[in-house]
């Protein structure tokens, strides 16, 4: 009892909340589950042996990994040239455009599937639209294939490649590229040589996230994909509903869980930028390998020092031009993306005011039809009451815990700051489907199945680690020194904390807070398992009518949604605005 009372007074204890709800509803259950796919204690590898015999399971799996390969590649071709873009705006224009494409990041992941079946569908935007001109005699297969499920997944991935672009660059000291053009490098050569390598960690930390991520993707490939697209998600989620075959579920999901880890091995989880060791021998061994054409580079650059030294001398005291076609296609590819991101969700809002009895766009007459349908229907305003007490429940439960857990973290040495704080963040790094099963498991020991509790309880292992990444982030900034002044006058640790700390980080706290709610209010995996039968949440009605029935309703509780980001942002800038000192707010340039 002393063990444990000493253990509470030091930083370290402040996690002892989260882990023990992280073990107890997780991390427990996974590693019984892994033993599960070993028929343990006999411990062999039957289970994974039979998955991969069957050539439609080995067929699944690569099918799987392509589809993420190919979309997290997407990504890359599209997110870097916007991220560059953004960072090379002015200052209120960059803060708009990050703004701009935040929103479609926050917004409900069913909203933005349910936009696409919307647009692409045999009645939706495009085919009405063409049929309409004339150009097709019959719809077009625009949905259920592999080229709609692309759409979708970059449409939802996107933004969380650019972000932590974005987030890399703008660390990155310009001035270093304006030396190498002072120098006589081209401007393209300046990029290529010094501003891209410095990049790189922002693209693996996207590519890693996005890779992720879009292994355990379920509802988009399901919603917009055909039979031959099925993702193993979907494979897995179909194995659980139909037959629950513990041993064999498991297999498939640790071979999904396997893909992921070789991803976080090979790509790594520094982003320092910093060279791992074996880096260096592999760029050594090229000039050996061919010293012939080393050799001849070598002679063609001595001929070409006096071109060279002429046009460094030409161009050195010349202002620098910007080429307009450059800033014309720069322009265009902004706007391009940015129609990408915010089109499908315009549609959306527009279509809900179709006073038709089906949708269509533009609406040929405007009525609040589907609205009074929504507030109408108990089934529906059931469900929406049921989501709000569930995220506000986990917001509460996560932010407490978390901000706990990231004080506490915050207050501990670095390596064993960096190795809990991955422990706290895996589940959200690992397949959604994965944490969905383990979840499942561990709340049926806890008899909390088909329970609003056991709701609240899965959704917070992930909300949790949203807490901490954002109340981490604020208390990086946070000055110590204020603390020990305040202890220094006598204040205990809790009334320090209460009067100084939290004050300061509040900001944070409130942000964690929203990033929970909104985690909690669109989640469908994880809820279809551990809710049985008895509880419908306002994503799982909906994903139940996408599946069935289009039923013209969802468009306004679409559009709802999509409030959902705007007041998110309206409270952190709010939040934000409260905690600037007054002499800032009132001169906002200094």
């Known amino acids: 009892m002393e063990m444990l009372r000493k253990l509470g007074r030091t930083p370290i204890g402040l996690t002892l909340p989260a882990f023990a709800i992280l073990f107890a509803v997780f991390g427990i259950p996974i590693v019984l589950l892994f033993l599960t796919s070993l028929n343990a204690p006999a411990f062999s590898l039957v289970n994974y042996q039979a998955f991969l015999d069957r050539p439609a399971n ?3 799996l690569f099918q799987t990994i392509e589809v993420s390969v190919v979309a997290t590649a997407i990504c890359v071709f599209i997110g870097y040239p916007m991220a560059y873009l953004i960072t090379a705006a002015s200052r209120r224009l960059r803060s708009a455009l990050v703004v701009l494409v935040v929103i479609p990041y926050l917004t409900s992941l069913l909203v933005r599937t349910y936009a696409w079946i919307v647009i692409l569908g045999d ?18 297969p625009l949905i259920y294939n592999r080229m709609a499920v692309y759409i979708g997944m970059v449409h939802i991935m996107l933004p969380v490649m650019i972000m932590p672009l974005v987030s890399v660059m703008l660390g990155i000291d310009k001035s270093l590229v304006a030396a190498a053009c002072s120098m006589g490098a081209r401007p393209f050569t300046a990029f290529w040589r010094v501003f891209f390598p410095l990049s790189l960690p922002g693209v693996r930390s996207g590519s890693l996230l996005v890779f992720v991520l879009c292994l355990g993707f379920y509802i988009t490939p399901a919603a917009l994909g055909g039979l031959r697209d099925a993702m193993l998600s979907t494979f897995i989620a179909a194995q659980v509903s139909s037959s629950f075959n513990a041993a064999r579920t498991a297999a498939s999901a640790f071979i999904l869980l396997g893909v992921a880890a070789v991803m976080l091995s090979l790509l790594g989880l520094d982003l ?40 460094w001398t030409a161009k050195l005291y010349q202002a620098r031009r910007e080429s307009g076609w450059a800033k014309i296609v720069g322009n265009m590819f902004v706007v391009l993306v940015m129609f990408y991101l915010l089109f499908p969700s ?10 038709g009895s089906f949708l269509e766009f533009p609406p040929s007459t405007l009525s609040l039809r589907w609205y009074r349908s929504f507030l109408g229907d108990p089934s529906w305003t059931g469900a929406a009451w049921t989501s709000i007490q569930i995220g506000l429940a986990v917001a509460i439960l996560s932010t407490i815990v978390g901000t706990l857990a990231a004080y506490g973290l915050s207050r501990t040495f670095p390596r064993l700051r960096g190795f809990l704080t991955m422990l706290i963040l895996t589940p959200i790094t690992f397949p959604s489907i994965v944490v969905a099963i383990a979840a499942y498991l561990g709340l049926l020991d806890l008899g909390l199945i088909g329970t609003k509790t056991g709701i609240v309880l899965t959704h917070s292992i992930g909300a949790i ?5 954002v109340v981490s982030a604020t208390l990086a900034n946070f000055d110590r020194r204020l603390e020990q002044a305040a202890k220094s006058m006598r204040a205990g640790p809790l009334q320090t904390f209460t009067r100084v700390t939290l004050p300061l980080i509040r900001p944070g706290v409130i942000g964690g807070a929203l990033f929970a709610f909104i985690h909690s209010f669109d989640e469908v995996v994880k809820t279809s398992l551990v809710s049985g039968l008895s509880i419908r949440t306002l994503p799982l009605k909906m994903w139940e009518n996408i599946r069935h029935e289009i039923d013209p309703t969802i468009a306004a509780v679409a559009s709802l949604l999509l409030l959902l980001p705007i007041l998110w942002l309206v409270a952190l800038y709010a939040t934000w605005w409260r905690s600037r000192p007054k002499a800032e707010r009132a001169f906002p340039d200094a």
């Open 272 to 311: 320092s930028g910093t060279q791992s060791p074996t880096e260096k021998p592999i760029r050594k061994s090229w000039p050996r390998r061919l010293s012939s054409f080393s050799t001849l580079r070598g002679y063609l650059n001595e001929l070409a020092i006096s071109y060279r030294a002429k046009r």
């Open 123 to 140: 009645r939706g935007l495009i085919n009405n639209l063409l049929l309409d001109l004339g150009l097709i005699s019959s719809p077009l």
């Open 58 to 60: 080995l067929r699944v």
């Open 465 to 469: 680690g949203y807490v901490v990444v």
């Open 346 to 355: 315009t549609v959306v809002i527009i279509m809900s005011f179709s006073g």
